[in-house]
């Protein structure tokens, strides 16, 4: 995983657009002459798919066969013909700018070049310099900045993937018309980015150099005595002192993090990336969380001191970017002019235990991070294993402290979390904790989404700053994305089963400067941000616009009721009369089975299975009503243990059956009302517990629809198991779990919806 504009992750992401790029039915198709070499014969599989190609080819000039302007480029580039190959790309690239679609058409920049080359005099690595330069020549800084992006891409795991569909086709001797176009667009991809992840970091680096001084050898040391190292990007021949763009990141990719400064240099900006602390360049001990603060803060002051800098920095970025960000608010440095944090954590509240339940979703991410000066790829990609270890765990029924003893390999930075269950002064320590908002007197830009796993941690900082500084100038966007779609240039046509509506489409980076432009050079505010909340409308198309998350809906109360709803009970907005309770019995030593599935993937399902839970359904809706904010409330329980976890997750329920997951709260019941403090229920009393640090969603719902809320006590194999003994959660094993655990859900219970027409 690279930072949020990596080479990495947009490489795989432009194959992946290809291969599921959308084509022509080909009914009535004729088949065309086709045999897969012997394995592993990727030559003479080239030449054969070449052949077909040709094939194809002449039998579109005949008429036969119509295929789309991207399939007959992909052909031509197969098929070793240069002629033609280079007109039929830039066709499809004048196709996709008229469309108004410039980031595809810039995603074919390699394919042009590549045509180019071939129809070039002398050696292919020399003509395909040669087009390089004359293309790039041509761009201005920003332009060629963001062409440049598309030049990276997972070739083996393209070549990978034409291997197995040649292998799928072993035996036969003639293929259909889609076939033919697919495997020509698998070989075009490998040939083309073959060549241009081989020749073209070194035209790029050159290209940079031409327009930038990139110093990636900067060392930045701080007050505290740390060395943090750091890449600046500026423009050539700039005669005046420029504001910064800030990047902090534990992340260190150096070709990832030198094109992230190259574009805030492109964009007129002092382009600055900053290492944290041991990575890199830097000689300390890593240090994941605990010396942002100082650090990111030292590191804008530096920048402020620096003869290129005029005194002003504006931070951006996101998940940990993000946190460092805030990070760097708890000291405010006089020079941090303004933040935009996308997808940003908070430590201790969101991650690596959220609501005081200690998840294993971010297990390997201290492997990764620190395991390493840059990172640590070959342990932290090694998904069999990280998928397997939770349910190894599971099933071992030891504490969850001793899961990296399942593991086999010790894990030093989860154990130093697990002495601290409470958010205490360790957590409290990385960011801004209560009054601490009320120093940042400084524009925000915060940006999340509804199905972010950070989300809970993006709204917190929202809401403190907010409720410390009423006045704070804070805006938030949030619409239907993950926690990557929140940080993307351009986010998923589909998200876990949910089709975003058009409108849904943003790019995270240009809006961040847009935002820079806006406080550090005076531009207009983006269009976007027409209000404090800006969120998109599912279902509507739409994006709303609020001056507060209480303005954007009126919270309607709902109440639990014992009261059958057809397969499911009452969610009623009458309070109940009748006093009742429904008891939930749970074998906390048994590994057989899990309870409290609240996680969103996928988030549209054609059935719930309520499973020995409790799921209460409204009244169906007689008109579209939007559910726009977050969901709280309060349970009414009695436990026959001294603490529980516990989640509740609100879906849509359509007319036919289908639901929509639009949030959900997970926690413990013995933080329910304090998560810097403990306080043990007594077994057999009842007791209220609040909760209210759950997701935003915003989704129009149309009539007919209902509101479905799913209560249960959580016990799976992707979180601690809490035995209810009163001592620490991880320190419990299956052999605490004693008699079943009994949970009483009383029906004067309520839930808050927030909704409007």
Do not use: C
Request: charged share 25%.
């Amino acid at each position: 995983m690279a930072g949020p504009f990596g080479l990495a992750a947009h490489g795989q992401g432009l194959m992946l657009w290809l291969l599921l790029a959308p084509w022509l039915a080909w009914a009535s198709a004729p088949e065309f002459p086709f045999a897969v070499a012997a394995p592993g014969g990727d030559e003479a599989n080239a030449e054969r798919v070449a052949m077909l190609s040709r094939d194809v080819l002449d039998a579109v000039r005949r008429g036969a066969v119509d295929v789309p302007p991207a399939g007959l480029a992909h052909l031509q580039i197969a098929s070793g013909r240069t002629a033609d190959t280079a007109q039929a790309v830039a066709a499809v690239m004048r196709q996709l700018a008229a469309g108004g679609d410039a980031e595809r058409a810039r995603r074919w920049t390699p394919y042009l070049l590549y045509a180019q080359a071939g129809t070039m005099r002398g050696q292919f690595d020399d003509a395909y310099a040669d087009a390089f330069r004359a293309y790039f020549g041509g761009l201005e800084d920003l332009e060629a900045q963001r062409t440049a992006y598309w030049f990276a891409a997972d070739v083996e795991g393209a070549r990978a993937g034409l291997r197995a569909a040649l292998a799928s086709l072993h035996g036969r001797t003639r293929i259909g018309l889609e076939e033919a176009v697919g495997l020509a667009r698998r070989q075009a991809f490998v040939a083309t980015f073959g060549a241009a992840t081989t020749l073209a970091p070194a035209l790029v680096a050159a290209d940079e150099d031409e327009r930038y001084l990139i110093d990636e050898g900067v060392l930045v040391r701080t007050p505290h005595g740390a060395t943090l190292s750091a890449v600046v990007a500026r423009g050539r021949g700039l005669q005046m002192p420029q504001p910064a763009a800030m990047l902090f990141t534990i992340y260190t990719d150096p070709d990832a993090n030198r094109a992230i400064a190259v574009e805030a240099a492109a964009r007129g900006y002092a382009g600055v990336v900053v290492d944290a602390r041991g990575k890199r360049l830097g000689t300390d001990a890593i240090r994941p969380y605990e010396a942002e603060a100082d650090d990111a803060a030292a590191a804008v002051e530096w920048i402020a001191r620096q003869p290129w800098s005029d005194g002003r920095v504006g931070m951006y970025g996101g998940s940990y970017s993000g946190f460092a960000a805030w990070a760097a608010t708890k000291r405010m440095p006089p020079a941090l002019k303004t933040i935009v944090p996308y997808a940003a954590a908070i430590p201790g509240l969101g991650l690596p235990m959220e609501n005081n339940v200690f998840l294993s979703a971010n297990y390997a991410w201290p492997f990764y991070v620190a395991n390493d000066r840059l990172l640590d790829t070959a342990t932290y990609f090694d998904r069999e294993r990280w998928q397997r270890l939770p349910e190894a765990w599971y099933a071992s029924k030891r504490p969850y402290r001793q899961i990296d003893r399942v593991d086999g390999t010790p894990n030093p930075w989860l154990q130093r979390w697990l002495m601290h269950p409470a958010y205490d002064a360790y957590w409290q320590a990385m960011v801004p904790y209560g009054d601490d908002f009320r120093r940042i007197d400084i524009p925000v830009l915060s940006i999340t989404g509804y199905y972010d796993d950070a989300q809970i941690s993006a709204l917190q900082y929202f809401r403190e700053h907010l409720r410390h500084r009423p006045d704070a100038r804070h805006y938030l966007v949030i619409g239907p994305y993950d926690h990557f779609g929140a940080q993307a240039t351009m986010k998923p046509g589909s998200l876990r089963g949910y089709d975003l509506d058009p409108s849904a489409q943003f790019d995270t980076r240009e809006l961040t400067f847009q935002w820079l432009d806006h406080v550090l050079r005076g531009g207009e505010r983006p269009p976007l941000l027409r209000d404090r909340v800006n969120y998109q409308l599912m279902g509507a198309d739409a994006w709303g616009h609020a001056p507060s998350l209480a303005d954007a809906a009126a919270a309607v109360t709902f109440h639990l009721s014992d009261a059958r709803a057809g397969s499911y009970r009452l969610l009623s907005e009458a309070p109940v009369q009748r006093a009742a309770w429904m008891s939930r019995r749970v074998d906390l030593a048994d590994r057989t089975g899990e309870h409290g599935g609240y996680y969103p993937d996928p988030i549209v399902i054609e059935r719930i299975d309520v499973d020995g839970s409790y799921a209460f359904a409204s009244a169906p809706f007689d008109r579209p009503t939007a559910v726009v904010g977050s969901f709280s409330g309060e349970l009414k329980v009695r436990s026959s243990k001294r603490d529980f976890d516990f989640s509740v997750v609100l879906h849509e329920l359509r007319p036919d059956g289908s639901a929509m997951q639009l949030s959900y709260y997970v926690g413990r019941a013995s933080h329910a009302r304090d998560m810097t403090r403990r306080e043990l229920l007594v077994p057999g009393q009842w007791t209220t517990l609040p909760f209210e640090r759950t997701r935003m969603t915003g989704r129009l719902m149309p009539a007919g629809s209902r509101l479905l809320v799913v209560v249960d006590v959580l016990k799976d194999a992707r979180h601690q198991v809490n035995m209810g003994t009163g001592k620490d959660v991880s320190d419990e094993s299956a052999a605490d779990a004693g008699e079943p655990l009994v949970v009483d859900w009383h029906t004067d219970s309520v839930i808050r919806v927030p909704l409007r027409d």
